[in-house]
């Protein structure tokens, strides 16, 4: 059996392969939507430009396939090893192991900027800059999607909010000038500290491979203070830069644009909730109830939002003060401790749905409680 002390290295080791990303998460696909779109919006591209973009990254996607089916296995089989050995209370070799993965990611980076520059060349002009933007930005926007998933508000990338929002298409070239500004603020100050994360990770896995490494030293300790530092950075100047490009825009899309924002930094939050589905299905059709029952669930469904819209921002409030608390131990160990303000707040969203169920039963006369959807049947969906 290993020792204590190989099993809390298990952990350490566990978290930090969680980031950039593990050989299964690696895609063979060029370009997401999200990503094309980033693509489109900053090469500005248009009609028959664009299904150019869509041959090149086409291509680019049997290429990155290729890169993965090569090095799929290889990785794979690096961290086999280091899984037996930590089995057998050895130090796992995670720079080894981490290695791999950053190698291959280097590749199918390498390919995606190929498909840009090939792009640029087919299109004409000098469009290096451009290039290089893009590069910026697809490199930003992988890396965030990793990083994200642990921490809210980062994956509300601020491309993806501004085509939800149907931001690009409403500017006028002022606007335009200075939202594109904005964003290149935003890719910079970004990439600063992704840059600095990757090598903060690279480090620590140099580090926690060293032979007879003390997983208990004050290496550790500093290891994970320096994380949650660094995270509470990224996601405090993602905050600020995003507050900076919504602040280029025509006031008029101001709030679509951090409706957006919202509902992508915190889709638990703004999912769509039982009393918003039923409304909407229930006043879907005019046939289905009598004028003073659908008067009655209108007004219902007015004062329910304000409810809803309260109930939002306290889980939203707490979701962040549990991350803002974060604890080296929670790092360390990996647990996600609930707070009570979090577990208070998820109740009353949940409390919510079932006074809204109650109250559609006792407004809608019982020959019509079938079109009542039950709560068993309301499965969270992100708002569109």
């Not at 957006?260 to 289905?288: F, M």
């Not at 608390?325 to 707040?345: F, S």
């Not at 109740?347 to 749905?353: F, N, P, S, T, Y």
């Amino acid at each position: 059996m290993p020792t204590p002390s190989r099993l809390h290295i298990a952990l350490i080791l566990t978290i930090i392969a969680s980031t950039p990303a593990q050989a299964q998460q690696l895609s063979a696909e060029a370009l997401t939507v999200e990503e094309r779109d980033a693509v489109i919006l900053t090469m500005r591209l248009s009609g028959d430009e664009v299904d150019t973009l869509d041959e090149f990254a086409a291509l680019a996607t049997l290429e990155r396939q290729e890169i993965i089916d090569t090095q799929r296995e290889r990785i794979a089989s690096i961290w086999r090893a280091q899984a037996e050995a930590a089995q057998r209370g050895e130090t796992p070799d995670m720079e080894a192991a981490m290695g791999s993965i950053w190698e291959t990611w280097s590749q199918l980076d390498a390919t995606q900027e190929r498909m840009l520059q090939d792009l640029a060349v087919t299109l004409g002009d000098d469009r290096t800059e451009q290039v290089e933007r893009c590069v910026l930005r697809l490199y930003r926007m992988r890396m965030l999607a990793s990083i994200g998933v642990g921490l809210s508000t980062l994956s509300a990338d601020p491309l993806a909010v501004s085509h939800d929002a149907g931001v690009p298409a409403l500017l006028d070239d002022e606007h335009a000038e200075r939202f594109h500004a904005a964003m290149l603020a935003y890719d910079r100050a970004i990439a600063k500290l992704l840059r600095e994360h990757d090598r903060f990770q690279r480090d620590a896995a140099a580090t926690f491979s060293r032979d007879g490494f003390d997983d208990q030293s004050p290496e550790v300790t500093t290891y994970f203070e320096d994380m949650i530092a660094l995270y509470a950075e990224i996601k405090e100047t993602h905050r600020e830069r995003c507050d900076a490009i919504v602040a280029t825009l025509p006031l008029g899309t101001r709030s679509e644009w951090n409706n957006a924002w919202l509902r992508r930094a915190y889709p638990e939050v703004y999912e769509r909730h039982y009393i918003e589905t039923a409304t909407e299905i229930l006043l879907a059709d005019g046939s289905k109830l009598h004028a003073e029952e659908r008067e009655a669930i209108e007004a219902y469904a007015v004062s329910a939002q304000a409810h809803l819209g309260r109930a939002r921002e306290k889980l939203r409030r707490a979701i962040d003060d549990a991350e803002d608390r974060i604890t080296v131990v929670q790092m360390r160990d990996g647990t996600d401790e609930e707070t009570e303000d979090l577990a208070d707040a998820r109740e009353r969203l949940r409390r919510l749905a079932s006074e809204g169920h109650a109250r559609f039963l006792a407004i809608i006369a019982p020959e019509r409680h079938r079109w009542i959807p039950p709560l068993a049947q309301q499965e969270p969906e992100a708002s569109q």
